[in-house]
């Protein structure tokens, strides 16, 4: 099958590409719920898979139901504000190289913005706090 390099270059790499494109063999294997192994049939996984699909694409209404509702009226919790010591952990901790979210400000600004910035901010979530609403 593989001929002399030298007389024929171009039948020999065709020969190679052919050789190193045999099919490899696999397996099907995959979980259930309980993290027991289905290996018994491509149908089986097919069905599980179809299954997975449907419960991720539930409309969006079932999925509300399943988040737990807090019980009796917010008006009666009573949080205290945050500190800024609290604001300048949470931005301490903000994690870099993420998106930019709907403010389309990226956290390094946020981290990188300083003092001034900072304190900023903290009397921005003071004044949000007081009057219960966001103000931007």
Not at 61 to 79: S, V
Request: a positive charge; one cysteine or more.
């Amino acid at each position: 099958m593989i001929t002399n390099r030298k007389k024929d270059t171009r039948k020999f790499y065709k020969d190679v590409r052919n050789l190193s494109n045999l099919p490899i063999a696999t397996t099907l294997v995959c979980k259930d719920k309980d993290g027991n192994i289905l290996s018994e049939g491509k149908k089986q996984i097919l069905e599980k898979w179809q299954q997975y699909l449907k419960e991720l694409l539930k409309p969006e209404t079932e999925r509300i139901n399943i988040i737990k509702t807090h019980e009796g009226p917010i008006n009666n919790l009573e949080l205290e504000e945050l500190t800024y010591e609290e604001i300048n952990e949470i931005i301490k901790n903000m994690k870099p190289n993420k998106a930019a979210g709907p403010d389309k400000i990226l956290s390094e600004f946020i981290k990188n913005g300083g003092l001034t910035l900072k304190r900023k901010i903290h009397q921005l979530t003071e004044k949000i706090w007081k009057q219960e609403k966001n103000t931007v």
